[in-house]
Nanobody, 115 residues
Framework: QVQLVESGGGLVQSGGSLKLSCVASGLTFSDVWMYWLRQAPGKGLEWVSDIGNRGISTQYKDSVKGRFTISRDNAKNTVYLQMSNLKPEDTAVYYC????????RGQGTQVTVSS
């Protein structure tokens, strides 16, 4: 079955950087779009970014444009989210998913940004 495993989260100060990774298995990774979603405390799941199957097309939530970069390595079945200039409002559990709804996602990785 499909498995997604996120890693790379942590505690950083405002303005800091983190790079999240998500390794996928059980699917033909190079055939699928991949999504990063997040869920802040007390809030619903929200879309952050996505990337086309060949890594050419990317999209970002307005509030992260210019700060986050999504990329993928199809040879490693891995999608990344490079996050820079982090803000306290970026604090959330971050998930990778094969769908924008997050119906199939990993266990998540916690990102906490202190002010």
């Amino acid at each position: 079955q499909v498995q997604l495993v996120e890693s790379g989260g942590g505690l950083v100060q405002s303005g800091g950087s983190l790079k999240l990774s998500c390794v996928a298995s059980g699917l033909t990774f190079s055939d699928v779009w991949m999504y990063w979603l997040r869920q802040a405390p007390g809030k619903g799941l929200e879309w952050v970014s996505d990337i086309g199957n060949r890594g050419i097309s990317t999209q970002y939530k307005d509030s992260v444009k210019g700060r986050f970069t999504i990329s993928r390595d199809n040879a490693k079945n891995t999608v990344y989210l490079q996050m820079s200039n982090l803000k306290p409002e970026d604090t959330a559990v971050y998930y990778c998913s094969t769908t924008i709804t997050g119906a199939l996602r990993g266990q998540g990785t916690q990102v906490t940004v202190s002010s």
